[in-house]
Structures are given as structure tokens and as C-alpha cells.
């Protein structure tokens, strides 16, 4: 049984736990698909015909980011019962992102078996930046996405069960996640506007364009950025071979290109090798 895991990530973090799952599942002898958001058109996913599969995303707003959520929502409903895993990514301030997700996949007729929440090392946001130098992975956090992934081995096997799992405890994250779905699109429609583009140092290679996971560039002779789409992703920045893209608040800023850049990194085939020695 192969178990596809569907993820969205801007700077690497996400994919990264998802791939430490898709190792600890493997652990487990079970197969796995990595599919970014991205890759989703392609695939064109039957869900009758699956009997697991995870779904993981940063949290923006206390919540999966928008474009995960609204493809959520279009998921059909299953004819049959369906297993399903979430995780997400986080500064610190998850909130209800894990529980509105699983609440919305309960109502298609999918049964819950576990989640997991990872607080990364660097937020990389709009008011940080450079930040990626000074910090480090937790050991524990990477062990404990891959043996995530063992544990769903094994309530996968057995046909029953739930990995126990707890929001982050934050006080008062009612009143804040209320205040932050009112305020979501506004911010983003504003802050988009403050991306910069350079002209002279842009290829034309279309990147950003191609990598926009809700489609808020288009690229025809001169860029152009639909501020009622954009989400604030910095994947469009972020994977820019030239530089070209910038924000204007930090036109210098140096953003990471991804978990390998931080320190304490472990590959998830090497910690794959360092479990089979432990056996």
C-alpha cells in the first residue's frame, strides 16, 4: 500500500518533516508518495481508491496556509472511510490549524489517526530576516517527526487506533485566532504590494511564476503580482536565480534556501540508516 503524502512548503521546513514521516513510515515497511502542492494537478488524486494519506503545511495565521485549506474544502466526500495524518510547521503559534483541517476532512467521511506539530528553528517571515544564521534544528524535533511516522506504521497495521495529540498550549488563542481570520487577506493584500522587482537582473525564466502555489504571478513581458491572491509565501523571492525579486522593507535581506542551510541538519536517509542500526 503506497501512502501518498500531500504537503505545501515556502521554504523547505515542511517538506522536510514530511519527508522525515515518509522515512519513519518506511521504517515501518510501508510505502510512501511525497506530493507537493504544486504537483497536485498532475496527480489528480482518487481518494475512493485510498486507504491512507497525510496532508502537512506551514501555519500562517494560527491556520494551514490558504491554498491547502481551500483545496481541503473541494475534496470530495469519500464513499468509504478513509485513514488520514496531519502535521504542520510553526514558529511557536499553531492555534486550531491542525483541528479545523482534521474537522473539515471528518465531514468527507475520512477517520482521523494522528498529528503532529513542529516548531522550526526559523520563521523566516516579513519581519525576519538573516535569522537563519544564529539558529539550529532540535534533535528531538527530527526524531520525532520520523518516529511519527513509525507510530503510523503501526495503528496503520493494527486497522485502529490514534496517536494522541494536543494543540500547543497558548493562552488566549481563541480571541487571536479570531482576530487573525479577520485580518488574514487584508494583511496580505497590503504587504504584497511592497514587493520590489529588478528588471535588469530578471532572466525571464519565469521561476516565480511557475512556482506561485496560488497563482498571484503572471509574467508577460513585465511582472505582474495579483495582491488578492498572494499569500505571502516568499517562494516566488526565495527561488529566484537572480535576485530579482526583493521586499522593499529589507531590499538586502539574504533569506535561507532551505533546512540543509540551518545548522543540526540530519538528512532523513541517514537517520533512516542510524534506526535500521539500532535493530
Given at each position: 500500500m503506497q501512502i501518498p503524502i500531500i504537503y505545501f512548503s515556502s521554504s523547505g521546513n515542511t517538506k522536510y518533516i514530511a519527508q522525515l514521516i515518509s522515512e519513519g513510515l518506511k521504517f515501518a515497511n510501508f510505502e510512501?508518495?511525497?506530493?507537493p502542492f504544486n504537483?497536485?494537478?498532475?496527480?489528480?488524486?482518487?481518494?475512493n481508491?485510498?486507504?491512507?494519506?497525510?496532508i502537512?503545511?506551514?501555519?500562517?495565521?494560527?491556520?494551514?496556509?490558504?491554498?491547502i485549506r481551500d483545496w481541503v474544502k473541494k475534496i470530495p466526500r469519500v464513499?468509504?472511510?478513509i485513514k488520514f495524518f496531519l502535521f504542520d510547521t510553526s514558529a511557536g503559534l499553531p492555534g486550531p490549524s491542525i483541528r479545523n483541517i482534521r474537522k473539515t476532512l471528518e465531514l468527507k467521511n475520512c477517520e482521523f489517526i494522528g498529528a503532529i506539530e513542529i516548531i522550526v528553528p526559523t520563521r523566516d517571515s516579513v519581519f525576519e530576516t538573516n535569522l537563519f544564521k544564529y539558529v539550529m534544528w532540535s534533535r528531538r524535533s527530527i526524531e520525532r517527526s520520523f518516529q511519527f511516522g513509525i507510530k503510523l506504521g503501526k495503528i496503520i497495521r493494527l486497522g485502529k487506533g490514534t496517536l494522541d495529540w494536543s494543540s500547543i498550549p497558548m493562552p488566549f488563542s481563541r480571541v487571536i485566532y479570531a482576530y487573525f481570520k479577520v485580518l488574514e487577506r487584508p494583511s496580505y493584500n497590503i504587504l504584497s504590494r511592497l514587493f520590489g522587482f529588478n528588471s535588469e537582473k530578471c532572466i525571464q525564466c519565469k521561476t516565480c511564476e511557475k512556482g506561485?502555489?496560488?497563482g498571484a504571478i503572471s509574467f508577460n513581458e513585465k511582472l505582474i503580482i495579483y495582491h488578492n491572491r498572494c499569500m505571502l509565501c516568499?517562494?516566488?523571492?526565495?527561488n529566484c536565480p537572480t535576485n530579482a525579486l526583493y521586499?522593499?522593507?529589507?531590499?538586502?535581506?539574504?533569506?535561507?534556501?532551505?533546512?540543509?542551510?540551518?545548522?543540526?541538519?540530519?538528512?532523513?536517509?541517514?537517520l533512516l540508516e542510524e534506526y535500521k542500526k539500532r535493530v
Open positions: 510512501t508518495e511525497l506530493i504537483s497536485l494537478k498532475e496527480k489528480n488524486l482518487d481518494f481508491r485510498i486507504n491512507v494519506f497525510g502537512g503545511a506551514p501555519v500562517y495565521a494560527m491556520s494551514f496556509t490558504p491554498n464513499n468509504r472511510k506561485c502555489p496560488t516568499f517562494k516566488c523571492k526565495r521586499f522593499k522593507l529589507f531590499p538586502k535581506a539574504v533569506y535561507f534556501k532551505g533546512p540543509k542551510n540551518i545548522r543540526g541538519y540530519i538528512s532523513p536517509e541517514r
